[in-house]
């Protein structure tokens, strides 16, 4: 069965750093694209990052590129964003996902509906 866990996030003022964290398990991240998307209060699914299985390629959205850095270790099962200089309009939930069908460094990750899971989020609150 896949588990994906996430950790960590916060509160934080304007400008801070915060780190999240994703537990995988049923799931090996040597064979899966896997990455994170986030959703405020009120709005859709907003995909901000992904790691390929080789972990290269990368992907990251213009809205958090030179800000956030995602990262993942295969033998311990876990992925990790660090978010660093924070704005208040980065305030929301934050999720792991995957299996994700594509993750190519170009485009927007796909999630596959019938395969991909994701965990409960990370809630991160930037304040002014």
């Known amino acids: 069965q896949v588990q994906l866990v996430e950790s960590g996030g916060g509160q934080v003022h304007s400008g801070g750093s915060v780190t999240v964290s994703c537990t995988v398990s049923?799931?090996?991240?040597?064979?899966?694209?896997i990455g994170w998307f986030r959703q405020a209060p009120g709005k859709g699914r907003d995909w901000i990052s992904c790691i390929s299985a080789t972990y290269d390629p990368t992907w990251y959205a213009d809205s958090i590129k030179g800000r956030f850095t995602i990262s993942k270790n295969n033998s311990r099962g876990m992925m990790w964003l660090q978010m660093d200089s924070l704005k208040p309009e980065d305030t929301a939930r934050y999720y792991c996902?995957?299996?994700?069908?594509?993750?190519?460094?170009?485009?927007?990750?796909?999630?596959?509906?019938?395969?991909?899971?994701w965990g409960q989020g990370a809630q991160v609150t930037v304040t002014p």
């Open positions: 996902a995957g299996p994700l069908r594509r993750c190519d460094g170009f485009n927007l990750p796909i999630l596959d509906p019938d395969t991909s899971y």
């Open positions: 049923g799931l090996s991240l040597a064979g899966h694209h």
